[in-house]
């Protein structure tokens, strides 16, 4: 099993319409959960981070996690042409005692596509 | 505020040849991460830099080493290049913490080697 699996692409959805882009992790003591977009060519930019059970909004983006499952999500509203991108999912290792060193494991990413 | 910063951008080697890939943090930021993309897949964890020092390392071979200066910044060594090598390298900073660390990409470094 890998330690970060993201829901197989590619992701097409029409402009306005929601996304949804899904992420299961393996190790139940992760702490910290981040989303990154990744437009082609380009490095990832960090977009939401979570850290807690439940949701977490800022602006169009909506991420939540549930640590029960070992899932994490991130909702996409009123999607556009812009969105269009690779969307990975990324958990950081915890160290006993607490200290994260910062490690990230990416899943394999989820291109989505937002067309007019 | 600078981010951070990669060198170069671009780069082709042959098979069998060194490379030194460099990164400057974050302003404010004291560690440095790398990371290997191949197309069509995640980033994977090289190593990670601290103090001078490598603080972790993923499950890359010794070919792959690297250095941390005073200032934070750091270089990537390459040895003995091979063809799945190339790759973009990307160079993240943050700073130390406990439990909740963001980590801030640099543009990256595509390396292809022939």
């Known amino acids: 099993q890998k330690e970060v699996e993201q829901n197989s692409g590619p992701l097409s959805v029409p402009e306005g319409a929601i996304a949804s882009l899904n992420c299961t992790y393996s190790d139940r003591v992760s702490q910290s959960f981040f989303w990154y977009r990744q437009y082609s060519g380009k490095s990832p930019e960090l977009i939401m981070s979570?850290?807690?059970?439940g949701d977490k909004e800022d602006g169009r983006f909506t991420a939540q996690l549930n640590k029960a499952s070992q899932y994490v999500s991130l909702l996409i509203r009123d999607s556009q042409p812009s969105d269009s991108a690779t969307y990975l999912c990324?958990?950081?290792?915890?160290?006993?005692?607490?200290?994260?060193?910062?490690?990230?494991?990416f899943g394999q990413g989820t291109i989505l596509t937002v067309h007019p | 505020d600078a981010g951070v910063t990669q060198s170069p951008t671009h780069l082709i080697k042959t098979r069998g040849q060194q490379v030194t890939l460099r990164c400057s943090p974050k302003s404010g930021h004291d560690t440095v991460s790398w990371y290997q993309q191949a197309l069509g897949q995640g980033p994977q964890f090289i190593f990670q830099y601290y103090e001078e020092e490598e603080r972790q390392r993923g499950n890359f071979p010794d070919r792959f080493s690297g250095h941390q200066f005073p200032n934070y910044s750091s270089e990537l060594n390459v040895n003995a290049l091979l063809l799945g090598d190339s790759a973009l390298y990307l160079c993240?900073?943050?700073?130390?913490?406990?439990?909740?660390?963001?980590?801030?990409f640099g543009p990256g470094t595509r390396l292809t080697v022939l």
């Open positions: 990324a958990v950081n290792d915890k160290k006993v005692g607490g200290t994260s060193y910062g490690k990230l494991t």
């Open positions: 993240a900073s943050s700073s130390p913490g406990r439990g909740r660390v963001t980590q801030y």
């Open positions: 979570i850290y807690s059970n």
